[in-house]
């Protein structure tokens, strides 16, 4: 059933529904019932109704729009990161962004929910539990992502413009079933032998999100974003109760760690035993121990949910229309034992050992003037060089982002560990190949 209970239940159409991040949207409206439609350039499925059509093309965008009846856009279309076709990019994702917002003003839609990019606030530098308070650079690291700030800040900007509400997600390192780029990537590295090359001490955190949160991510973004804010600024007392109220730790892969307290803990050696010894004992060794007394969250000044912050803050960010949220599993990993992990996958798979070859380390300086020189080279050649500088740069940098917000006021929390995610991606990959044997 859809969560819309109690409320006009929502009609949704997906733009860019037979992609990767779309087509799970699309799986998870279908899986609780919802009505919805695709609008895409090439049908690759046949359970919903669809939609053939060019982004870019204002009246097709309306068509498919009308005769959906949708009440609720969800916008996944964007070319893959890594083309060298920067007019491609402002087409697609700018010109295209524009005609979505303007069809849906046209024809009164309610709701429209954008996938953005955690990369659009990349620099070349680290990015540690950055939160969305960090604005894009000033010079964008590629075409792709400076055409993706300027699509978000268009869709935050027609926020309660005629009738339209809007959300931007952006989502980090996004893997799973149907990723055909970054797990194509790794498979490559894998079947040449490569696995045992790395640049960079490995000692950077990374994000990385399985594409079924991120549509869960999109679904509760697309559910609340008519809702009024959880709190008014204009009321301290309550704002700070909602703001020090107790998030746990995401344990999602690790499983969780029992924290020792004055009322529950392991007793080390005592010359005389506290009068109640065996309650802190038995409290212990109860799983389902709850402690009596609440956690909360302490604050400091450069929190975005401290009192300062909050103090300077135009808008409220305890509402979801008209605010950008960081998406990820929230529990970030070294870059490269993520990409061992996969490895490590592909070797169960095929019955092999690349894996278990001793690493290359390469600094992350040698790195660099390697991707100099083949970037140069590909001008030289005219070819497309598969290693780059901005792909040196990600590998060997902190990229991990602060999903506190989301999980506030979306009430996001991640369904998919990272290990099961990562089992799920390499399997789905695999039968693909398999049933594409020419594409391997």
Not at 29 to 50: C, E, M, N
Not at 138 to 143: F, H, S, T, V
Not at 366 to 379: K, N, P, Q, S, T
């Amino acid at each position: 059933m859809s969560s819309n209970t109690g409320k006009l239940r929502d009609v949704y159409i997906v733009f860019g529904g037979s992609g990767f991040v779309g087509r799970h949207i699309v799986e998870q409206l279908l899986a609780r019932g919802d009505t919805v439609s695709v609008f895409d350039i090439v049908q690759k499925y046949h359970d919903t109704p669809f939609y053939t059509g060019d982004i870019t093309e204002e009246e097709q965008v309306a068509d498919a729009v009308h005769k959906s009846g949708a009440t609720c856009i969800f916008h996944t279309v964007s070319p893959p990161h890594g083309l060298q076709d920067p007019a491609l990019y402002w087409r697609v994702n700018v010109d295209g962004t524009r005609a979505v917002i303007s069809s849906a003003q046209a024809l009164g839609v309610r709701k429209l929910v954008y996938t953005s990019s955690a990369g659009l606030v990349f620099n070349g530098g680290d990015l540690i539990n950055v939160d969305e308070r960090t604005p894009p650079p000033a010079k964008a690291m590629d075409a792709y992502n400076e055409s993706k700030a300027k699509a978000e800040e268009l869709v935050l900007t027609a926020n309660g413009i005629k009738g339209l509400l809007t959300v931007s997600l952006r989502p980090a390192g996004i893997f799973g079933p149907g990723d055909r780029q970054g797990t194509a990537g790794f498979y490559d590295v894998w079947k040449r032998g490569q696995t045992h090359w790395q640049i960079g001490d490995n000692t950077n955190l990374y994000d990385w999100t399985y594409v079924g949160n991120v549509a869960h991510a999109h679904l509760l973004a697309a559910d609340k974003l008519d809702e009024e804010p959880i709190v008014d600024l204009s009321d301290p007392a309550k704002v700070t109760e909602i703001a020090s109220a107790y998030l746990p730790p995401i344990t999602l892969t690790t499983g969780t760690h029992k924290i020792p307290t004055s009322e529950s803990r392991p007793l080390g050696p005592y010359v005389e035993p506290a009068p109640n010894t065996e309650q802190i004992k038995a409290n212990w060794s109860n799983p389902d121990y709850r402690s009596s007394t609440l956690r909360e969250t302490r604050r400091s000044r450069f929190d975005q949910f401290s009192e300062g912050a909050l103090s300077n803050s135009t808008s409220t960010p305890f509402q979801v229309a008209g605010q950008a949220f960081f998406i990820s599993n929230g529990e970030p990993v070294y870059f490269w034992d993520y990409a061992r992990s996969l490895f490590y996958r592909f070797d169960k798979h095929f019955g092999t050992e690349k894996y278990k070859k001793k690493p290359i380390v390469m600094s992350n300086t040698v790195g660099l003037m390697l991707a100099h020189a083949a970037e140069w080279w590909g001008w030289l050649s005219g070819k497309q060089p598969a290693f780059t500088v901005y792909r040196v740069k990600l590998v060997c940098k902190h990229k991990w982002h602060n999903i506190e917000k989301a999980r506030r006021v979306l009430g996001y929390e991640p369904i998919v560990d990272l290990d099961t995610g990562m089992q799920r991606t390499v399997d789905s990959y695999v039968e693909w190949l398999n049933a594409n044997p020419g594409k391997a």
